[in-house]
């Protein structure tokens, strides 16, 4: 999934071929190696519980095993063994981020087109905009897990509201931009309606900047996710997730901190990965942040 | 100015409405109510209909939502169900200890960036300063969450520097307050520190863009003149947002800390609130913190027209 | 994890037990000296072997206890809250008690005099109690007291009915006259709503119970501070009267020995084993994952509480659920495997059978053997015969709600979607809040099918318990039930009471308003400075700091 990503962000539409993404990839080692990182993770966590246990899969007589051989991360209370649950815990954690960050950018885009387009109705819906990030995010976490329960569905659209506005504000002020660009005024004049204007001129062009986008929420999301999943509010057990799993552990901290560490580690590397890839590809998409990456790249040369 | 400052207003009453309405409706509409909280499994219909009534809780939605309007208007945020103790009243009781989590880290957090970043700007030549810089940015990908049982884990449960969790009003007893706060605080630090510090960087970045420096430099400047005279000071303003921004959010987002921390703060209060179904205290807390949301940003944006004249409040 | 408990406060912690009542007058000493015999004679005595044990008391010096929540008042009547009970026990009294062994004995009351037809109960007060605040204990006070107790405490629910009036002889005497016999004085005993406020407090009291600047009682203790949020400080009650005889449970003379007892709001479970470990408090009631931890760790000391609560799962009556036939319901308790549910909680000292009763086995007076029998049929094939019989479709789903707010419920539901999908039955599982859940259950009746939950061990009279009353709106036939009820409330003898429990016990083993699953007991862990606690709950006004 990520592969994808980064191959979309490096094609953006029509003035560049294939060919500068070579180039680019050759002047950005950091978006390679955290690219290549990310995609491993994610392949590991997809095969290793084909070759695994049962992550579910009870022994009463290996309960809270230290991490050995056998069971690398040790076994927890019920004798689960702790390296399945955690690669079958990365596919949920990684599943729901990828999931939620589609939705969020999704829809954050879709608002930031039409706020961006229509400008009555965009200053309107801005407003909303504004007042929805004002509204405590946990709060609405809380409210929709007590809802619809704690699970998958609630955690969604959680997550999804939470981020949405963001996106939201930065696809509109491009939209903004572009909507006063002579070829999108002339598909105007030329009798195209609105919305075919929109989808024709304006959208491929936010694109790139939304797929950057979706990298760095995806970032987010991944520890929003994660804190959800510690709470008790996100996806609840016996599927485990990253932060479940750091949750059932916390129990144990003193005697087996290892139950803490390794899942919360993945994250943490995982978001770090996430916002290094981000950060890179954003100089790619974003003319100021690639004016800034050449400076200090210029700066560093000079200097050194 | 003056009007400027007054649109503002208008759009703060605005928010607050619009989360105010929301949040009544989506409240009511979520199921179980404090009545049943309160009485347990045991109680029976007549009872709970009886204390719903007591409670304000019968009668049509739109009537109790204009009552509740018309209380808000004139200032009454009414009375909390599970405390008993007018709304206002709650929330100046657990404000102080998530305002001295979110000051103290915020202040902190917001020197270290300067140093940091400055540092860097300063010595370019300097790794140590360089690698501080980047390795300040993996704070970003830390979960608060984990981070908080880590330290819990080495400074309090094994080296026994801290106590595990607790909270004293640094007020009343500062000798007992502090070692309570390092490690909640700690954590928000880093988290913080590593936020600001991006957003700093591209300032010093953006700056060193800037023709004008070229100009500088032709004329001999040097780069550590150009970078404290110019470079930093420029680049500190987006920081001043980004820290309002993230105050605000703070208020409402150290719920992780203040329950692993067992900090009686707002967060956890409306944690709290939200289990007991405590409506109205639920309401306050919630338009509090989107009142301070929109409070801090105006004031933000205010005293950056006063640092930045060319930048106009809008 | 940062969930608090709020079931705590459906589920109150508070010990009960029913008791047959003598008919003769009782008067305090002699009901005293049975209870100290009693004592004895079954298990150690509370205070006497661990004066030794713990060394001579000290006074002084304060306790710090943890409880899970801010209790918000102390309104044991409107607010069922364990906290409430945990810490108005040490500012209030009642007329009568339970003493360490579940039976009443009296505080406020110097004696007490069922009539000879049961429908009449006279109370003679103690002379010169007063409140904390100098105010001597009036019969009009109690009268008020009860009276709110009974108007508006769900625990005294089954009591509303059959009062008749509570009536002031005079200042020192209050009769309480009921329509038909009931057990007064198990009820009473047990329900820390029976506590004794002043009139006045009363008459103030609002919508959600007694305001918190009313806070007066004549127990050992009173409030010094309460900061919201954070901490109640209690401190020595300079005008307690004690009553006669040792302390036991909730009754007897309470030495009072500490200067304050500080209770600390932790919601955090995790934090509160942290803080138990490195000494931020003295008392705890940890979770049921923590027991092997606590157990491991030299520094803390364990007592498992004699009380316990019964794990169940609810069936609906109700038409829109699958579980409104009785042979679907049989299908189930023929499909549970009630032993491995309780063996996957992994802590055999806190676990026993529950052998399909609503009270402890140890509880003998409630306990009853007539469902056990039924109880332990497990017989997945016959099972899945009786589910076609009982026209379950094949594409139907079993849905099980519950709430999160303990895992063994979730835990509990696991184990039973497995056996349901060994036989190729669907199910779902579903778990709120608890005020969700309770939401769900009421306002939708029909949108469920299996509920877990939990419910004391202890009830003081059958009607209590969820296992004979089902829950409200399951659409549990009632009809046939009240006239067993009320044979149990007209017993004379313990024999015929006896009888009575096990009829009822076998009319809802019969009707399976719930299939009990197993009984989990509590525990408290303290540190080594505490002195001279039993473990009788967290019940402190007779424990000491060691010097």
Same mark, same amino acid.
């Given at each position: 999934?990520?592969?994808? /990503? ?30 290549? &990182? ?13 070759? &695994? ?28 063994? &702790? ?22 950018a999704? /829809?954050g885009t879709?608002i930031g087109l039409v706020a961006g387009y229509f400008v009555r109705v965009g200053s309107v819906i801005m407003r909303i905009v504004d007042a929805w990030m004002a509204f405590p995010s ?24 939470i981020f949405t506005p963001y996106t939201a504000r930065i696809i509109r002020s491009r939209t903004l931009s572009l909507a006063t660009r002579t070829?999108v005024k ?16 304006v /959208?491929?062009n936010t694109?790139p900047l939304a797929?950057v986008q979706?990298?760095l929420l995806?970032a987010g ?54 916002n290094?890839?981000g950060g890179s590809l954003r100089a790619f998409v974003d003319p100021r942040a690639r004016l800034l990456l050449t400076q200090q790249r210029r700066r560093r040369?000079?200097?050194? | 100015m003056v009007l400027v400052i007054l649109r503002r207003l208008r759009d703060l009453v605005l928010v607050l409405f619009v989360v ?78 998530t305002l001295?989590l979110a000051v103290t880290s915020t202040a902190i957090s917001f020197v270290l960036t300067v140093l940091i970043v400055s540092w860097a700007a300063v010595s370019p030549?300097?790794?140590?300063a360089?690698?501080v810089n980047r390795?300040t940015q993996?704070g970003l ?47 928000l630090v880093?988290g913080q520190t590593a936020f600001f510090t991006i957003t700093m960087e591209e300032g010093v970045l953006g700056e060193l863009s800037q023709p004008y420096l070229r100009t500088a430099r032709a004329k001999?400047v040097t780069e550590r003149r150009i970078a404290i005279r110019h470079v930093l000071p420029n680049a500190m303003l987006p920081v001043l947002t980004t820290v309002g921004l993230n105050f605000a959010s703070l208020i409402g987002g150290v ?32 338009m509090f913190i989107a009142f301070l949301f929109v409070a801090v940003n105006l004031l933000v944006d205010l005293t950056y027209s006063l640092v930045n004249p060319k930048v106009r409040v809008a | 994890?940062?969930?608090? %408990? ?36 079954? !298990? ?17 010096? !304060? ?17 069922? =809250? ?154 020595? =009650? ?21 200067? %304050? ?16 470990? %490195?000494?931020? +408090? ?33 069936? !609906? ?45 140890? =509880? ?10 039924? +109880? ?71 949108? +469920? ?8 061990? !202890? ?51 019969? =009707? ?23 473990? +009788? ?11």
């Amino acid at each position: 999934m990520t592969a994808t /990503l980064v191959k979309k962000a490096g094609a953006p539409p029509r003035r560049r071929p294939l060919a500068p993404v070579a180039s680019f990839a050759r002047h950005n080692k950091t978006l390679v190696v955290a690219g290549t &990182l990310l995609v491993s993770i994610t392949v590991l966590v997809l095969v290793l519980p084909l070759l &695994l246990t049962d992550p579910n899969a009870t022994d009463p007589a290996r309960r809270l095993l230290s991490p050995s051989l056998d069971h690398p991360m040790g076994t927890d209370k019920f004798g689960r063994d &702790l390296f399945a649950r955690w690669a079958t815990a990365g596919r949920v954690s990684i599943g729901m981020t990828l999931l939620i960050t589609l939705c969020a950018a999704s /829809l954050g885009t879709f608002i930031g087109l039409v706020a961006g387009y229509f400008v009555r109705v965009g200053s309107v819906i801005m407003r909303i905009v504004d007042a929805w990030m004002a509204f405590p995010s946990i709060i609405l976490a809380i409210v929709f897990a007590v809802v619809i329960g704690p699970g998958m569905l609630s955690e969604l659209l959680a997550v999804t509201i939470i981020f949405t506005p963001y996106t939201a504000r930065i696809i509109r002020s491009r939209t903004l931009s572009l909507a006063t660009r002579t070829y999108v005024k002339a598909a105007r004049v030329s009798g195209m309606g609105p919305w075919k204007t929109l989808a024709v001129h304006v /959208l491929p062009n936010t694109l790139p900047l939304a797929v950057v986008q979706c990298v760095l929420l995806s970032a987010g999301t991944m520890l929003i996710d994660g804190t959800l999943s510690f709470l008790g509010l996100g996806i609840s057990p016996p599927t485990a997730t990253w932060g479940n799993m750091v949750a059932d552990g916390r129990t144990y901290l003193q005697e087996h901190p290892t139950m803490v560490l390794f899942p919360g580690l993945s994250i943490a590397v995982f978001v770090f990965l996430l916002n290094l890839a981000g950060g890179s590809l954003r100089a790619f998409v974003d003319p100021r942040a690639r004016l800034l990456l050449t400076q200090q790249r210029r700066r560093r040369k000079v200097r050194a | 100015m003056v009007l400027v400052i007054l649109r503002r207003l208008r759009d703060l009453v605005l928010v607050l409405f619009v989360v105010g309405t929301t949040l009544f409706f989506l409240l009511r509409s979520i199921p179980g109510d404090p009545a049943q909280v309160l009485l347990g499994t045991k109680a029976s219909p007549e009872q709970l209909d009886r204390l719903r009534a007591d409670l304000g809780l019968t009668g049509p939605k739109y009537e109790q939502y204009l009552n509740w309007l018309g209380n808000v208007v004139t200032g009454d945020f009414g009375t909390s169900i599970h405390y008993q103790q007018p709304v206002l009243q709650v929330i100046g009781d657990h404000i102080a200890p998530t305002l001295t989590l979110a000051v103290t880290s915020t202040a902190i957090s917001f020197v270290l960036t300067v140093l940091i970043v400055s540092w860097a700007a300063v010595s370019p030549h300097n790794w140590v300063a360089r690698f501080v810089n980047r390795a300040t940015q993996f704070g970003l990908a830390l979960p608060e969450f984990w981070l908080a049982l880590l330290v819990v884990y080495v400074f309090a449960l094994n080296l026994g520097w801290f106590p595990t969790s607790g909270y004293t009003p640094f007020f009343a007893d500062p000798v007992a307050a502090v070692p309570q706060l390092v490690l909640p605080v700690a954590v928000l630090v880093i988290g913080q520190t590593a936020f600001f510090t991006i957003t700093m960087e591209e300032g010093v970045l953006g700056e060193l863009s800037q023709p004008y420096l070229r100009t500088a430099r032709a004329k001999g400047v040097t780069e550590r003149r150009i970078a404290i005279r110019h470079v930093l000071p420029n680049a500190m303003l987006p920081v001043l947002t980004t820290v309002g921004l993230n105050f605000a959010s703070l208020i409402g987002g150290v719920v992780v800390i203040e329950s692993i921390f067992v900090i009686p703060g707002l967060g956890t209060t409306l944690l709290g609130a939200v289990y007991a179904r405590d409506f109205p205290l639920i309401q306050g807390v919630v338009m509090f913190i989107a009142f301070l949301f929109v409070a801090v940003n105006l004031l933000v944006d205010l005293t950056y027209s006063l640092v930045n004249p060319k930048v106009r409040v809008a | 994890m940062i969930r608090d %408990t709020p079931l705590n406060q459906q589920l109150p912690s508070r010990r009960h037990r029913k008791r047959q009542l003598p008919r003769r007058i009782l008067a305090a000493t002699a009901a005293v000296l049975v209870a100290a015999g009693l004592a004895s004679a079954c !298990n150690s005595q509370a205070t006497g072997t661990n004066d030794g044990a713990d060394g001579p008391p000290v006074k002084g010096g !304060n306790l710090t206890v943890r409880i899970a929540q801010d209790p918000g008042s102390l309104d044991a009547v409107k607010n069922t =809250n364990a906290g409430v009970s945990y810490i108005s026990h040490e500012v209030f009294e009642q007329l009568v008690t339970i003493d360490k062994n579940y039976q009443p004995q009296p505080v406020l009351a110097e004696s007490y005099q069922k009539s000879d037809d049961g429908l009449a109960f006279t109370f003679t007060l103690r002379q010169g109690v007063t409140f904390s605040d100098g105010t001597p204990l009036k019969a009009a006070d109690v009268v008020a007291s009860l009276k709110y107790w009974v108007e508006n405490g769900s625990y005294a629910g089954s009591l509303k009915p059959v009062l008749k009036d509570v009536t002031a002889k005079d200042d020192a005497t209050v009769e309480v006259s009921l329509k038909r016999p009931f057990n007064l004085i198990a009820l009473m005993a047990a329900s820390a709503g029976s506590e004794i406020h002043k009139a006045a407090d009363i008459a103030a009291s609002g919508p959600t119970g007694i305001p918190n600047d009313r806070i007066v009682g004549t127990g050992p203790y009173k409030v010094k501070s309460w900061t919201r949020g954070q901490q109640i400080v209690l401190e020595r =009650n300079t005008n307690y009267k004690p009553p006669k005889g040792p302390s036991s449970g909730y009754a007897g003379a309470k030495r009072a020995f500490l200067d %304050t007892i500080t209770y600390k709001i932790v919601a955090d479970e995790d934090a509160v084993l942290n803080g138990l470990k %490195t000494g931020l +408090w003295d008392v705890a009631e940890p979770s049921h994952d923590q027991y092997d931890q606590i157990k491991s760790d030299a520094q803390l000391k364990i007592k498992v509480e004699a009380a316990a609560n019964v794990q169940y799962v609810a069936l !609906n009556h109700n038409s829109g659920s699958i579980f409104s036939k009785p042979q679907a319901r049989d299908a189930m308790n023929m499909l549970i495997d009630k032993k491995a549910i309780m063996a996957a909680q992994g802590v055999p000292e806190l676990t026993q059978p529950s052998n399909g009763a609503f009270a402890t086995l140890t =509880n003998k007076n409630l306990y009853s053997d007539a469902g056990k029998a039924k +109880w332990e049929q497990n017989d997945p094939e016959q099972a899945k015969q009786m589910f076609a019989a009982a026209g379950l479709r094949p594409d139907q789903t079993i849905r099980m709600i519950t709430t999160d707010e303990f895992p063994q419920f979730k835990d509990a539901l696991l184990v039973i979607q497995n056996q349901l999908k060994k036989i190729g039955i669907k199910s779902s599982i579903e778990s709120y809040d608890f005020a969700t859940l309770m939401g769900r259950k009421n306002n939708k009746p029909n949108s +469920w099918d299996v509920l877990a939950l939990m419910d004391d061990g !202890n009830p003081p009279v059958p009607s209590y318990t969820d296992n004979v009353n089902g829950l409200d709106n399951s659409g549990y036939p009632r009809d046939k039930l009240a006239p067993l009820l009320e044979a149990y409330d007209r017993a004379k003898t313990p024999e015929e009471a006896k009888k009575a429990v096990d009829a009822i016990q076998g009319f809802t083993s019969q =009707n399976l308003p719930t299939i009990t699953l197993y009984m989990a007991k509590n525990y408290v862990a303290h540190r080594p400075n505490v002195g001279g606690y039993d473990g +009788w709950g967290m019940e402190f006004a007779d424990v000491w700091i060691k010097k």
